[in-house]
């Protein structure tokens, strides 16, 4: 049989990216195989994101490009996934008469039922339906890794926490949390087939199992934690209002733990955080990240931000400066507010002019930048354990410290390191992907660090004590 050609154009969250393997996954007994080479493809799907206006226009701005290669082949299929699917449903076959099949965020185990159709009786298929259980979908069953040693592992889906401006428990429904012993499986085949970190995903892990009656996300940590060979654990992402004690806890008693996290506060001011629906103060925020550092002083604490919500005004703006100042970031996303039909700060007066949102967004990203650095800067001269990622290829890196190879990968606290091999371990150096080593940090800029291989444990599969040389 020839297998068939599956293209997926991901657009979005990690959220995404999990589910475009699982569409990949499903549609694998099929006779599916992906590929990179768009014009190559037999199927096209495109797994959407309705966050913000711009990605929506992004997705529909690709799709209407595929118009073309459908003249060209018409049996081509193209079909349209994710929350702008589920958001838009039927509506996108008349807009773009060339897409074949249409399936929301809970249709993906029911994909190869729905493609199936849209090929063999060359109909329109559409599928949005949204369902109350999780329908699993084994992604382990003849896993390969591809070398990629860090995996994305979602742990619940949907949310009920109906933040003003957000479109995702509409579009991906209430929240579920997946069975504790589900996780663990996936978790541990990914082990065996040579992942060695995983990212729980969530879009409140905080509350995971909760409605359910399952463990506690905490006690979910405490198991991973325990699976031999994995060699670190991050998560993503956690909501203040449900930070918990136990939790908070974990950062200093579980060992893979790292020590991140994104914790996502939107504003600094109190009446712009009540009109999010936030259901927690600044000083609530403030208070679990001083209770954070108190357990794990060298906790890396990243956020998100909207810039010009309705009502923003400059005061509520200057509060948000001032937070950012107090916790001292590692990093930041900002974003400006954008209107969601759907979620009710659409229909809130007092929108804030484009220009001043654009303004505010520059100023917020200039502080940012100044604390990034300062306490990337803070980082020179420490030790890091790094987990080699791959080498590293940006442009400019030949002519540092040392002209050998380059390598890269990330601290605990999840700062991208670039590094060369060291003057005293010799130029024949050689690093395995997954590997741990121990790093000086030379160099500070913005966006990451550079430093120097001090030393490197065996990797596996290299018996302790023998040296190992990579390819
Ligand atoms: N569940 C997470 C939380 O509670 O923060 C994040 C979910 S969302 C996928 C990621 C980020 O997108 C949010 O933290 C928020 O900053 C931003 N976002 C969501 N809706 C937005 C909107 N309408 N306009 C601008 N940014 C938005
Ligand atoms: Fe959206 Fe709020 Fe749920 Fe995050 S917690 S996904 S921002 S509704």
């Not at 657009?11 to 699982?22: A, E, P, T």
């Not at 401006?165 to 541990?188: A, F, K, N, Q, W």
């Not at 905080?206 to 670190?232: C, H, P, Q, T």
């Not at 990330?410 to 060369?420: E, W």
Request: aromatic share 6%; charged share 25%.
């Amino acid at each position: 049989m020839r297998h068939q050609k599956l293209y997926i154009n991901t657009i979005g969250c990690q959220m995404n990216v999990y589910d475009s393997d699982r569409i990949a996954r499903a549609l694998e007994p099929g006779g599916y195989r992906q590929t990179d080479t768009l014009e190559e493809a037999d199927l096209v799907i495109v797994n959407t994101c309705a966050i913000r206006a711009k990605a929506e226009q992004k997705a529909f701005s690709f799709i209407g490009r595929l118009a073309r290669m459908k003249r060209q082949n018409p049996k081509l299929l193209i079909g349209v996934g994710g929350c702008v699917a589920q958001q838009e449903g039927e509506a996108i076959l008349s807009r773009m008469p060339h897409v074949d099949l249409i399936f929301g965020t809970h249709a993906i185990p029911r994909l190869p039922r729905i493609v199936d159709q849209a090929k063999t009786r060359r109909i329109r298929v559409v599928d949005v339906e949204q369902s109350d259980e999780i329908d699993e979908i084994d992604l382990t069953a003849g896993f390969h890794s591809d070398g990629q040693v860090s995996r994305f592992v979602t742990i619940m889906q949907g949310c009920d926490n109906y933040c003003s401006y957000c479109v995702v428990p509409y579009v991906r429904g209430t929240e579920m949390s997946r069975h504790p012993d589900r996780i663990l499986s996936e978790i541990e085949t990914l082990v065996r087939n040579g992942v060695r970190e995983v990212t729980l995903l969530g879009q409140n892990v905080n509350s995971y199992g909760r409605k359910e009656g399952l463990s506690s996300f905490a006690e979910l940590l405490e198991r991973v934690n325990g699976i031999e060979g994995l060699r670190r654990i991050r998560f993503t992402t956690s909501h203040p209002k449900d930070l918990s004690d136990d939790l908070m806890g974990a950062f200093g008693k579980l060992a893979k733990l790292c020590p991140h996290i994104h914790l996502p506060v939107q504003s600094g001011s109190d009446p712009v955080l009540k009109r999010m629906n936030r259901k927690y103060t600044r000083q609530v925020y403030l208070d679990r990240i001083e209770r954070l550092r108190s357990i794990r002083p060298d906790i890396a604490v990243t956020s998100d931000f909207i810039v010009g919500f309705p009502g923003e005004s400059r005061e509520d703006f200057e509060a948000t400066l001032t937070l950012v100042e107090t916790v001292a970031f590692d990093s930041i996303f900002a974003f400006m507010y954008s209107d969601r039909e759907i979620a009710p700060a659409s229909h809130f007066k007092n929108k804030v002019n484009e220009d001043e949102i654009k303004a505010r967004l520059q100023e917020l990203l200039a502080a940012q930048e100044t604390i990034t650095l300062r306490n990337n800067r803070a980082l020179v001269g420490t030790l890091q354990e790094i987990m080699v990622e791959g080498s590293s290829t940006r442009p400019g890196l030949a002519e540092s410290i040392d002209a050998g190879p380059q390598w890269s990968g990330r601290t605990p606290g999840n700062k991208i390191v670039n590094f060369s091999p060291g003057r005293d371990l010799g130029s024949e150096e050689t690093l395995q992907v997954g590997q741990m080593v121990a790093v000086r940090i030379e160099k500070a800029h913005a966006h990451s660090l550079r430093g120097e291989l001090v030393r490197k444990e065996p990797s596996e599969g290299c018996p302790r004590g023998k040296e190992c040389h990579a390819a």
